[in-house]
């Protein structure tokens, strides 16, 4: 059974930085492509951050790009999302999805993934 487990969300003051995590397991982690959704309360699901293959092109949400970086590292099963520079539109719930392929056209599609993790809450407040 595939497994995405999400960590690292907390509360942040705005302007700071987090963290999050995202440790996948019962899949061959080298080839599933993985990416950052984010909901906030009342709001769709939206994508956030993509890296869709070993070393291969990563894709950010308008929303976040130039504060934030999607990683990997693949000894330890996990996709990192940085974010920097918090704004109060940064709240949410995040979420780790994985699948095992999935067009590039398609990175910030909902519907194109098939396992996720639980998520993890991102508050930004002084």
């Known amino acids: 059974e595939f497994q995405l487990v999400e960590s690292g969300g907390g509360l942040v003051q705005p302007g700071g930085s987090l963290r999050l995590s995202c440790v996948a397991s019962?899949?061959?982690?080298?080839?599933?492509?993985m990416t950052w959704f984010r909901q906030a309360p009342g709001k769709e699901r939206e994508g956030v951050a993509a890296?869709?293959?070993?070393?291969?092109?990563?894709y950010y949400a308008a929303s976040v790009k130039g504060r934030s970086t999607i990683s990997r590292d693949n000894a330890l099963n996990t996709v990192y999302l940085v974010m920097d520079s918090l704004t109060p539109e940064d709240p949410a719930m995040y979420y780790c999805?994985?699948?095992?392929?999935?067009?590039?056209?398609?990175?910030?599609?909902?519907?194109?993934?098939?396992?996720w993790g639980q998520g993890t809450q991102v508050t930004v407040s002084s």
């Open positions: 999805a994985a699948d095992a392929w999935v067009a590039p056209s398609r990175w910030a599609d909902v519907s194109a993934y098939m396992y």
């Open positions: 890296m869709l293959q070993r070393g291969g092109q990563s």
């Open positions: 019962g899949m061959t982690y080298d080839n599933a492509y």
